[in-house]
Each structure stands twice: as C-alpha cells, then as structure tokens.
C-alpha cells in the first residue's frame, strides 16, 4: 500500500498554471498506478487523470486534456500533476490516490487516498 501525501494547491487566475505533488511512502509505490481525483463544492468526485507504474499509461478526462500532464518519479516515490491555462471551473480540492495495480482507470481500484490540497482558480 502507499500513503499519499498531497502539496502545492493555492490560489491562481484564470490562465495561470500550478504543480500539485504527492509524496507517496510505501515500499511497493512503484507497483502501483496513481491518479489525481478533484471534488468541488456540491458536486461528485471527478476522476482527472491517471498513470501506470512505468509512467507510459496516462488518463485524462476530456476536460482537462492538453491542460493538465500526470507525471511520477518513482525514484523519489513522487507523483505530479502539472495545470496549465487553469480554468475557474478547474476550483476543486485535488487528490491523490494508489491503485494496488501496474495500471487501471477504474476509479473503484484507487484504496489510498491523500487528505487533499485546495486549488482556487478566480476569473
């Protein structure tokens, strides 16, 4: 298992970019695929982009594709995801999160789960 620890939210404009971080202990994080979920106020949890244990698997909903790039070191246990032309829409608490499997975007698979980082996007 892995023990997702997220950094980096804050508050941008429209246009602007952040890089979230997630620190994931755990012996086995290279065996696991990570994604980065988003949830705003009173909506449903959004499933925003996934990558596989090699890094040569990614996911991304269609919202944020060519905006947002999944990254990870597994070197340094590390996860990133870099938000580019940031949207107000894009507001949302980020998470990280582990599937105990090489790949997978099933949001269901995902067991380990960060506290959350805030990303506020004003217009």
């Known amino acids: 298992q892995v023990h997702p620890v997220e950094s980096g939210g804050g508050q941008v404009q429209a246009g602007g970019s952040l890089r979230l971080s997630c620190a994931a202990s755990?012996?086995?994080?290279?065996?696991?695929?990570m994604g980065w979920f988003r949830q705003a106020p009173g909506k449903e949890r959004e499933f925003v982009a996934a990558i596989g244990w090699t890094g040569g698997n990614t996911y991304y909903v269609d919202s944020v594709k060519g905006r947002f790039t999944i990254s990870r070191d597994n070197a340094q246990n590390m996860v990133y995801l870099q938000m580019t032309s940031l949207k107000p829409e894009d507001t949302a608490v980020y998470y990280c999160a582990g599937a105990p499997t090489p790949w997978t975007i099933q949001s269901y698979e995902y067991e380990f789960w960060g506290q959350g980082t805030q990303v506020t996007v004003s217009s």
């Open positions: 755990g012996r086995t994080f290279s065996s696991h695929a």
